[in-house]
Nanobody, 124 residues
Framework: QVSLVESGGGLVQAGTSLRLSCAAS????????MGWFRQAPGKEREFVGV????????TYADSVKGRFTISRDNAKNTVYLQMNSLKPEDTAVYYC?????????????????WGQGTQVTVSS
């Protein structure tokens, strides 16, 4: 049974940092692209970033580039999202997702598996 479980969300002040984790099970994590998305109230779910399984390279949305970093630990079947210099506009539910194909990784419809999400709230 496939499972993606995010953790690490919370309420923080602007300018601070937070690290989210996503623990995966039920599939071959080491051969999947792992993405992070977020959804703010009243908005569509948007791409945050993705890490490949091939060489660990990463791609980010412009809104988070230079502030957020995705990493993965294949031994622990876990992907991380390190968020620095947080802004109130980063407030959202953050989701991790898994994809095997590697095509259209900025598109949420590409991903096979999703976690339940974790809330991040950034106060000003």
């Amino acid at each position: 049974q496939v499972s993606l479980v995010e953790s690490g969300g919370g309420l923080v002040q602007a300018g601070t940092s937070l690290r989210l984790s996503c623990a995966a099970s039920g599939f071959t994590f080491s051969t999947y692209y792992m993405g992070w998305f977020r959804q703010a109230p009243g908005k569509e779910r948007e791409f945050v970033g993705v890490i490949t399984w091939i060489d660990g390279s990463t791609t980010y949305a412009d809104s988070v580039k230079g502030r957020f970093t995705i990493s993965r630990d294949n031994a622990k079947n876990t992907v991380y999202l390190q968020m620095n210099s947080l802004k109130p506009e980063d407030t959202a539910v953050y989701y991790c997702a898994a994809d095997r194909s590697g095509y259209g990784l900025r598109n949420r419809n590409t991903y096979e598996y999703w976690g339940q999400g974790t809330q991040v709230t950034v106060s000003s």
